[in-house]
């Protein structure tokens, strides 16, 4: 058993904590939100009254926060030289690759191994312990890291140094974006060709335009397996989080001088997207966006 600090018990890291708790670690629980707090001591943790007192005995520290201003503020302030400098730092939220190395180089220096541990799969992984984690850190941070992110994941993946984790993170997801939106308009032009999209899926997902977006998360609606189409887009991987992805891959691209037209497409769709307010839908409603026969008003710029 290990004494775990948790902080960031929102839709991820709710499952995830408990997860922990499940495996048997004491899990010391804290978020700004009184329900997140909640939920997690019905699921197993105990609560702290601040983040400093979740760390202050802490063996690891595992960070779930929405963005990189959020994980800069709680390391900086709570977690370095609060937390034991025997503990590991682990975090797991989605954040830019320049913070995530800012943040491993300064606890680094202040004697701590951390990584950088986000992960691929929703809500739903979160809750069944099924998250892929691709970590960055050196090879000490990684193994010291295994063992807890093994009991809320099923694949978890060095991908290279500190915020390597991140790189792969966005990589993956700008490939996500572009491959999703080019689905979406493959499906709606070969409607508009008077093709039965059921046979187009047939031969498409056996040839060489298949891709993951089209055979396990198809975004038109009784195609393929059950996927959040077949749920009004409800669910699933909201747009305004692919948006979020993309924005971290393009600001990413820009630090390295690389080259990314698709992702900066799939980045300018999203954005539209989420001005004609489909924010909280799954990122494979844009398919209604392509499609000019949804009544969607043009952007207004
Ligand atoms: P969320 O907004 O549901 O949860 C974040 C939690 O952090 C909230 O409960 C909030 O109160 C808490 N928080 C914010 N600032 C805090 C602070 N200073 N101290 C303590 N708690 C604080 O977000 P989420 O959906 O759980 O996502 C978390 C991270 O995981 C994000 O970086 C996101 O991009 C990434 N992610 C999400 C998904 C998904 O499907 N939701 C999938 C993969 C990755």
Redesign the pocket.
Same mark, same amino acid.
């Given at each position: 058993m290990t004494r775990i600090a948790f902080?960031?018990?929102?839709?991820? &890291? &709710?499952g995830m904590a408990a997860n922990l708790a499940k495996a048997g670690h004491a899990v010391i629980a804290?978020?700004?939100?009184e329900d997140?707090l909640a939920r997690a001591e019905a699921r197993g943790a105990r609560r702290a009254a601040s983040?400093e007192a979740a760390v202050a005995d802490a063996e690891a520290v595992i960070t779930?926060?929405? /963005?990189g201003k959020?994980v800069r503020?709680?390391y900086e302030s709570?977690v370095i030289g609060k937390a034991p400098a025997s503990a590991i730092l682990i975090d797991?939220?989605?954040?830019d690759v320049a913070t995530a190395r800012e943040e491993i180089e300064r606890a680094a220096a202040s004697g701590y191994e951390m990584a950088d541990a986000?992960?691929?799969?929703?809500?739903a992984a /979160?809750e069944a312990g099924s998250l892929t984690f691709m970590v960055g850190g050196t090879d000490a941070a990684f193994e010291r890291a295994r063992p807890f992110l093994e009991a809320m994941g099923k694949a978890v993946i060095h991908a290279g140094g500190p915020g390597a984790g991140q790189a792969a993170k966005i990589c993956n997801n700008m490939l996500l974006g572009a491959s999703m939106v080019a689905t979406c308009e493959t499906f709606v032009m070969a409607r508009k060709l008077g093709l039965d999209l059921q046979t187009f899926f047939d031969i498409s997902s056996r040839a060489s335009g298949q891709n993951w977006s089209m055979t396990s998360y198809c975004p038109v609606p009784g195609i393929g397996p059950e996927t959040p189409a077949d749920r009004d887009y409800e669910g699933g991987? /909201?747009a305004a989080?692919m948006l979020?992805?993309l924005r971290l891959a393009m600001e990413a691209a820009e630090s390295v001088d690389a080259y990314t037209p698709m992702g900066a497409a799939a980045e300018e769709l999203y954005a539209r997207f989420a001005d004609l307010g489909g924010s909280g839908k799954d990122f494979s409603a844009i398919i209604r966006m392509i499609d000019d026969s949804w009544p969607a008003p043009p952007r207004q710029d």
């Open positions: 902080i960031g018990l929102g839709n991820m &890291g &709710g804290f978020d700004l939100s997140a983040a779930m926060l929405p /963005a959020h503020d709680v709570d797991c939220s989605t954040i986000p992960v691929s799969g929703g809500i /979160a991987f /909201a989080l979020k992805d």
